[in-house]
C-alpha cells in the first residue's frame, strides 16, 4: 500500500518548521510531502510481518524563499505472533527507526544538526467489545 501526504499550512500547525526556526512566532506558508510505503506478509497462520518505510521533508516560506529544511527518513518492521485462532489477540514486536537530514541551509543558518531516534516496541493488541 502506498499513501502520499501534501500540506500546505498558511499557519505551522504540525509546528516541526515553527521548531526548526527557533524564532518565537509561529512559522508561515510551511510545506510538508510525505511518502509512505506499507507491506505485509502472513509466513504461518500464527505469524504476520509489516514493514512499513517512509519519508518526510519541510519546507519554510515556499511563497518566497522556497527554503527545504528537513527531510526525515523512517523504518518500522513489526512482527505479530497470533497465539489463538478463534480469540482476535495478538501480541507485537516493533523497531521504529528514525533519520532526520538537515539541508545544508538549516545546519548553516538556523544551527541544527542530523540526528537519529530509535525505539523498540513490545506489546498486546485486542479488540475493545462494547455493549
Given amino acids: 500500500m502506498y499513501d502520499f501526504h501534501y500540506s500546505y499550512e498558511q499557519v505551522d500547525t504540525k509546528g516541526i518548521v515553527t521548531n526548526i526556526i527557533s524564532n518565537d512566532r509561529l512559522a508561515e506558508n510551511a510545506r510538508y510531502i510525505e ?66 537530514d538537515y539541508s545544508n541551509y538549516a545546519v548553516e543558518n538556523l544551527d541544527v544538526a542530523d540526528y537519529n531516534k530509535n525505539e523498540l516496541r513490545l506489546g498486546l493488541i485486542a479488540p475493545l467489545l462494547l455493549l
Avoid: C, Q
Fill in 35 to 100: 511518502n509512505w510505503l506499507r507491506a505485509e506478509y502472513r509466513f504461518s497462520p500464527k505469524f504476520k510481518v509489516l514493514l512499513t518505510l517512509m519519508t518526510s521533508s519541510a519546507y519554510d516560506d515556499i511563497k518566497t524563499n522556497k527554503y527545504h529544511l528537513r527531510t526525515s527518513y523512517g523504518m518500522i518492521p513489526t512482527l505479530y505472533y497470533s497465539p489463538f485462532k478463534n480469540i482476535d489477540i495478538r501480541f507485537f514486536f516493533a523497531y521504529i527507526g528514525r533519520y532526520y
